[in-house]
Nanobody, 123 residues
Framework: QVQLVESGGGLVQAGGFLRLSCVASGRTLSSLTTAWFRQAPGKGREYVVGIRWTGGTDTADSVAGRFTISRDTAKNTEYLQMNSLTPEDTAVYYC?????????????????WGQGTQVTVSS
């Protein structure tokens, strides 16, 4: 069983930045394909960015050039660096993992989820 715990959310002004963390236990992140999703109030869960166990990434157009995913294998932790934040980025951000190697933009394809961390961007 894999447990994922996110942290790093908060309130930030537009144009600012945050770094979210996702600490995994039960299995090494490098053996999984993982992704970040987000869910704004009244909306569905939206794919943000993913990383394969090989290290390749896939980023949604809405955050491309602003958000970056990375891993620290020694800490079994994944990071989401978010720059140039806008109010449209306000959402609960979730870390997710799946055992099959392909990145998926469909939230239901992921086997494990964190509890989420709130990101609020003020204008």
């Amino acid at each position: 069983q894999v447990q994922l715990v996110e942290s790093g959310g908060g309130l930030v002004q537009a144009g600012g930045f945050l770094r979210l963390s996702c600490v995994a236990s039960g299995r090494t992140l490098s053996s999984l394909t993982t992704a970040w999703f987000r869910q704004a109030p009244g909306k569905g869960r939206e794919y943000v960015v993913g990383i394969r166990w090989t290290g390749g990434t896939d980023t949604a157009d809405s955050v491309a050039g602003r958000f970056t995913i990375s891993r620290d294998t020694a800490k079994n932790t994944e990071y989401l660096q978010m720059n140039s934040l806008t109010p449209e980025d306000t959402a609960v951000y979730y870390c997710a993992a799946k055992q099959r190697p392909a990145i998926s933009w469909i939230w239901n394809d992921y086997d494990y989820w964190g509890q989420g961390t709130q990101v609020t961007v003020s204008s």
